[in-house]
């Protein structure tokens, strides 16, 4: 007993020994780097970001890679778009990462100017389980806004068995899944939708979470794969990575041509090659492009314009840049892999405009 | 670290004893020494002192720093609202109309089927180790597992719901007729229960053990079952006891968050059906909080928390109050 | 008669069995749940895994380094704030049973214990996060220290209660002072008591995935420096768990693995020592 209580305290006071000496470390550590400065900035090989859980996996990839070549450790987490606008504004991020571009609210609060830039494109699929349908089943925006409105309860009703002539459907109910957190998957899909329906405009909205009519909240792509796939009758909206991976059966759209096109990374990339306006902020949503899917949507970079704030260095700011450029550039290769869209030549050329148009001390970075 | 002890309850009295026959002048040196030692020992004792009313005061700034920035961070939100923000019935962010009714009743719902379903194994937890089988390797080996039970992390638990317990609800839901979905509050009010047994078990345990046993012994001097000792002299006498435990669980099951979060089915919508999917309190403030891009939005998830945190502490209060009250009697 | 007695016997007998059933069905799940995340998660755990970082998406065989030693640094951090803490207000409890501070510090602390976590973790945010500019472990740690207070308090002053007033009158009879009864007498004889408690409140905090949210916030690479991001566990697992990869469901049935077993450690070895020691907790 006695011994059992002496291993026990020994023990103690070795925990207690080790988390001081792991705690000064972290202290001393933090004091030899104190210099460049404590806050935001930190050391200028740690580059913190936040936002977009659509971007995660693209990032992971590329900042992984970009840190075997650079050795720049970017920590990305994936808190959402809104979280990382949200965390711009208190500038505990260095950069932020949005499928939606800011909006007039949004920019207000934010300390000063700050730009987008495009970093990849993406779409989002309608998915769909009805086991017994082989053939593709196409869908026209009325009838999906009808669909998540609620008004079109069966899967057999009139309106879809219109643009499916030849799919015998079946009389099961349909049963609505969709995001429960907040997402910048959820804003494509019910800006796409505000677009295209008065009704839905007049009753959802649309951002990044909204009071939705009917169904059920799973969280991320994969709470609502989850129930659309264990559910007969299930639909819902997942990003187009997440459905190829998962060989889920998802729609075809029509777009504003008129045409019905198979989401893909080729037709998420045709419906980005449109005029982009120099401040980047454009929504690909029902885009005009012939052969482009409407449910697409550029995800951003959005940083300061202005990078001198709190205690920043130079040193870091041009590094972040350069990851940015790498990003826009090199980067791309790495996009297809992971089914994501890689920026069209005209998405580059004005990624590069901005970038340079990024200062320091009212100085641009790059030169 | 006992040394210092042993010093001076030892040598004190030798050192004494030997100096004052010895030499003189040596004495009133050592006495000084003394008398400056005691001064330094009433100071670090008084400094010692000083330190503990700070630390408990700190508690209550604690508590009320807490409160105080849940209030002061929701004043937006209560200013827009007002009080019906309590039965507002709809959460629209897009809109900026925000109601907390659907997540109160989302929270009261699982929580109390999570308990329907909880209480009778945790009292036939407390009455099995209670009364029928106090000791032995057997009833060591279920307290201890019983026990166990809280000790998992909740993302645990959350985690496994969503692997194995949400296809079985969901087959169970084809099999009654209703919407299969799995995800709902009826699942999450399942795993609450199993999250929630050992705090009323342990509490209840305790209470029956606590019964005085000549009030037992006379009831079975007057032919009583064991059964019929149970009901009449046991469960009234720790009537209180057991209420304070169910109370307990239901705080417990009120703030429960990551869990419920991954199988709720998280939607805004007033729930229809105990197989509906909904959403609590804390599991909107997990879902939506890093997302609520603009400040009412924001408030009005702080203000949820503050209401989560009154209820929660009013519970437990109450719980508490009464145990003291059982122990004390 | 003679019916009615069996009856009434039957009736007993019935509710017996009854009751066992009921009491045994509760493991059940726990059985079921160990059973499962072990089997998910053992395959995946080996030295490689252990000592490497998170790879992403599409490459296989990444560890989980960065989360162990943010999890260790994190509860380390939170341990070094809440213990002497505690036990200090522990010592004030039971020392002054009967002023009125103690009674209201007494009903913060259980005020305390019935704060869920999330709420913990979006005050954490508003005290640290906000001021500093910047997530970080700190504020991670000081959150985990909020909840591990309550039960550190509440096992040091239950245990020091119960020690008999003699030991405290022979200290102060020698002539000793306060402080020094109470921190070479009334402490080493609680000892037992009050590590018991500490341990439980470390294997409590060990799995707490909600105040950590929107502190500690995450980290991919390997980090020591307290004031910075860092990765750990539970957070770990709740948002690879949660992401739509296979890969990262891996590493987070391995993490769920290796949590369980530290935190299911961390109480049975609690259980051994009260045992040993005979606490009453």
């Not at chain 1, 450790?73 to 260095?94: H, P, R």
């Not at chain 1, 009139?158 to 907040?182: C, E, F, M, W, Y």
């Not at chain 2, 002061?72 to 609202?81: C, N, R």
């Not at chain 3, 059933?21 to 995340?37: D, E, G, K, M, S």
């Amino acid at each position: 007993m006695k011994i059992l209580k002496s291993i026990a305290l020994s023990g103690l006071a070795f925990a207690i020994a080790g988390s001081m000496l792991l705690t000064s470390c972290g202290g001393s550590g933090n004091a030899s780097k104190a210099d460049s400065s404590a806050n935001t900035a930190g050391d200028a090989n740690n580059i913190l970001g936040a936002g977009s859980t659509f971007d995660n996996p693209l990032f992971s990839k590329m900042f992984s890679e970009y840190n075997k070549t650079n050795g720049l450790k970017v920590n990305y987490q994936s808190i959402g778009s809104g979280g990382g606008i949200q965390q711009l504004t208190a500038k505990t991020v260095d950069f932020g990462a949005s499928d939606a571009p800011l909006n007039g609210k949004q920019d207000s609060a934010l300390s000063g100017p700050a730009i987008h830039i495009p970093v990849t494109a993406g779409a989002v699929v309608v998915t769909y389980n009805l086991p017994d349908v082989k053939d593709t089943l196409m869908l026209t925006p009325d009838v999906l806004a009808k669909i998540f409105l609620g008004k079109i309860t069966k899967w057999n009703d009139p309106a879809i068995q219109a643009i499916n002539k030849s799919v015998k459907l079946p009389a099961t109910g349909i049963v609505v899944s969709h995001r429960s957190d907040g997402s910048g998957t959820t804003n494509i899909f019910t800006t796409y939708l505000t677009k295209v329906s008065k009704d839905w405009e007049a009753g959802p909205g649309k951002g990044s979470s909204v009071n939705w009519p009917v169904g059920l909240g799973g969280k991320g792509n994969e709470g609502v794969a989850g129930s659309v796939k264990q559910t007969p009758g299930g639909i819902g909206y997942v990003e187009l990575a997440y459905a190829i991976q998962n060989n889920m059966a998802f729609a075809k759209m029509q777009n504003k041509a008129g045409k019905f096109i198979t989401p893909s990374i080729a037709s998420v990339t045709a419906a980005a090659n449109i005029d982009i306006p120099a401040d980047a902020k454009v929504s690909l949503t029902n885009t005009d492009a012939a052969d482009g899917y409407p449910i697409s949507g550029l995800s951003w970079i959005i940083i300061y314009k202005e990078q001198k704030y709190g205690d920043r260095a130079m040193d870091k700011v041009t590094k972040m840049v350069k990851l940015i450029q790498w990003m826009v550039h090199d980067g791309q290769q790495f996009s297809a892999p992971l089914n994501y869209a890689p920026l069209s030549d005209k998405a580059v050329s004005v990624a590069d405009a901005q970038l340079k148009s990024i200062t320091f001390d009212g100085k641009p970075v790059l030169q | 670290m006992e040394a210092p002890i042993d010093t001076n309850l030892a040598t004190r009295p030798d050192e004494r004893s030997g100096r004052v026959v010895s030499i003189k002048k040596q004495d009133t040196v050592s006495n000084t020494k003394r008398i400056n030692r005691s001064f330094r020992q009433i100071r670090a004792e008084n400094v010692f002192r000083r330190t503990l009313i700070i630390v408990a005061l700190s508690m209550i700034v604690l508590v009320l720093g807490i409160m105080l920035t849940l209030i002061w961070k929701s004043t937006l939100s209560i200013k827009s609202a007002g009080i019906g923000y309590l039965w507002g019935k709809v959460w629209d962010p897009v809109r900026d109309i925000y109601g907390a009714y659907p997540f109160i009743l989302g929270t009261l719902l699982t929580s109390f089927l999570a308990l329907i379903i909880s209480i009778p194994f945790s009292f036939a937890v407390g009455v099995f180790l209670g009364e029928y089988y106090p000791k032995g390797w057997l009833s060591d080996l279920l307290k201890n597992t019983v026990e166990l039970i809280a000790a998992v992390p909740s993302v645990i638990y959350g985690f496994w719901a969503l692997a194995v317990l949400v296809p079985i609800v969901r087959n169970f839901e084809t099999k009654i007729g209703v919407e299969p979905v799995g995800l709902g509050i009826f699942s999450s009010s399942l795993i609450l229960a199993v999250m929630v047994i050992p705090y009323a078990a342990s509490l209840g345990r305790s209470m029956i053990q606590m019964v005085p046993s000549n009030l037992k012994e006379a009831a079975y001097s007057l032919g009583a079952t064991r059964w019929e000792v149970i009901r009449s002299v046991i469960f009234p006498y720790t009537k209180s006891g057991l209420f304070a435990g169910i109370l307990l669980s239901l705080g417990r099951a009120l703030g429960e968050t990551m869990a419920v979060t991954m199988v709720i089915g998280n939607t805004s919508l007033i729930p229809k059906s105990i197989f509906a999917p909904g959403n609590t309190m804390a599991s909107v403030i997990a879902n939506e909080f890093t997302e609520a891009d603009h400040p009412v939005y924001l408030s009005a998830l702080i203000e949820l928390g503050l209401v989560l945190f009154l209820v929660t502490v009013v519970i437990n209060m109450i719980g508490k109050k009464m145990i003291s009250r059982f122990t004390n009697e | 008669m003679t019916n009615h007695v069996k009856y009434r016997i039957g009736k007993s007998a019935a509710f017996k069995t009854l009751t066992i059933v009921l009491a045994f069905a509760c493991v059940v799940p726990l059985i079921f749940i160990l059973i499962y995340i072990i089997q998910a998660g053992i395959t995946k755990i080996n030295w490689h895994f252990l000592t490497n970082l998170p790879k992403p998406v599409g490459e296989t065989g990444g560890g989980i380094a960065n989360a162990l030693v943010g999890s260790m640094i994190i509860i380390s951090v939170a341990s070094v704030i809440a213990i002497p803490f505690g036990i200090l207000c522990g010592i004030y409890l039971s020392e002054n049973r009967k002023s009125r501070l103690a009674y209201w510090s007494r009903l913060c602390v259980d005020i305390l214990q019935g704060v869920p976590s999330i709420v913990i973790g979006i005050v954490a945010y508003f005290w640290l996060v906000k001021p500093l500019g910047t997530f970080s472990a700190l504020s991670g740690s000081i959150a985990l220290a909020i909840m591990m207070l309550p039960i550190i308090i509440r096992s040091t002053e239950e245990t020091l209660k119960l020690l008999p007033d003699s030991l405290r009158e022979a200290g102060f009879a020698l002539g000793l002072p306060f402080h020094r009864v109470v921190l070479k007498v009334i402490v080493p004889c609680g000892i037992s008591g009050i590590l018991s408690g500490v341990m439980l409140s470390v294997a409590r905090i060990a799995g707490e995935t909600a105040p950590l949210l929107f502190t500690a916030f995450g980290n991919p690479y390997l980090s020591v420096n307290i004031l910075k991001p860092m990765q750990s566990l539970p957070l770990l697992i709740f948002n690879y768990a949660t992401s739509p990869y296979n890969d990262w469901h891996d590493l987070a049935w391995g993490a769920s693995c290796i949590l369980l077993i530290w935190v299911l450690t961390l109480n049975i070895f609690t259980k051994l020592m009260t045992r040993k020691w005979k606490v009453q907790l």
